[in-house]
DNA sequence: GAAATGACAGATAACAATAATTGTCATTCA
DNA sequence: TGAATGACAATTATTGTTATCTGTCATTTC
């Protein structure tokens, strides 16, 4: 028994706290219910099942990144500017979370190889962000004309090395990393841009 | 005791014949050797280990391709039609084994996550033939100044999708495939181009 | 004597038996 | 009465055992 009532939002910390401590692999809901001195059918009160408990896990760390992304787009400047600083926020963004919360992003990762809802969630709402800067940019007459939506596609596309924890095994170096991902970034801008 | 001299050549196809039918997980140096009708110290005579074995097969494999690409490439054309021809020949290569030939598909996804120098000197192979390209273009005022190696490693990291067997799990529908990969390639090359 | 063999030790994989976990639900508790 | 529990069946992971494979090399074969 626990003095305060069990709601889901201490449920979910609870399980970042073991996924952290075990690694996805190793993480159980038992490990949850036993940190939150419950018992697991507690847990199963709140979450339909193992895989709910970690997409909420995951949800939460992904509104971040989306809040940051949102944040600075900064609508002030213009299209290139805005989708260069888009890009590399939510480049920077993945590349620390596997860097500093290795075990996390491993879940994050398992999450993404499972076709997990939450992530593809994710990628729209990034792919949308694109979107609406391209569909800007070609109203201003600063990007050439094009379907906004094909687009958008591409360029996720061609900067998938950079944000896809497909390849975070080759997000050791940095240095060389954002030379890299600034090479493609500013190929891919130029090929957008209007002549 | 086999008829035959055993050469290094019939042991890489009797790999492949293996490989092919029982994939990269069952596949053994005894099955190979059986298949000869040898010991499998015999085999060990003209390979040092079973991955050298698997590396001889993807080479082989891997040099068709190359030698592909060097063909599909015609230097009579311009550069931005060249590497557009080399790009899309490199795609369709790998699409086509990853669909019709999938256990050895599978061996090459092995040794690429394994670090295998074999493949890392096909992708080296694939950064020059772009290099090459994309030098010409700018010398001939086609392309944007710039440096060539730096470019040619960002057109063939905004392209990974396409060709990264890392990817292969993405390569099933053919017709939005195709169109993705176009719509990057038409990106990439306005990046490229000269204004 | 060059090529092939097969016995061998160490490493790896397959297997079966056992233990733990997942998810459900009738019962208990406050 | 609504939240929490823990017994339960089904699934999944772990363990210890056995079998197979890898790579070497002294011996054999032609």
Redesign the interface.
């Given at each position: 028994m626990r003095p305060e009532p069990l709601d889901a939002e201490s449920i979910v910390s609870a399980t970042e706290e073991v996924l952290r401590r075990h690694g996805p692999e190793k993480a159980t809901v038992l490990d949850v219910a036993r940190l939150l001195g419950v018992s697991h059918g507690s847990v199963y009160r709140h979450f339909p099942s193992k895989a709910a408990l970690r997409e909420a896990v995951i949800r939460r760390w992904l509104d971040e990144v989306e809040a940051l992304a949102t944040a600075a787009r900064g609508d002030d400047s213009a299209p290139p500017e805005r989708l260069r600083r888009l890009l590399t926020t939510v480049f920077a963004a993945k590349w620390a979370k596997a860097k500093d919360d290795p075990e996390l992003f491993a879940t994050f990762q398992k999450l993404v190889a499972g076709y997990s809802t939450v992530c593809s969630a994710h990628t729209a709402f990034v792919l949308e962000q694109i979107r609406a800067i391209v569909a800007d940019g070609i109203d201003e007459g600063e990007f050439?004309a094009g379907e906004p939506e094909?687009?958008a596609?591409?360029?996720l596309?061609?900067?998938?090395?950079f944000h896809d924890p497909?390849?975070a095994a080759d997000w050791r170096a940095t240095a060389e990393l954002e030379a890299?991902a600034e090479?493609?970034v500013?190929?891919?801008?130029?090929?957008?841009c209007a002549?």
């Open positions: 050439a094909t687009l596609r591409a360029v596309d061609a900067t998938c090395r497909l390849y890299q090479a493609v500013s190929l891919v801008l130029h090929g957008l002549r």
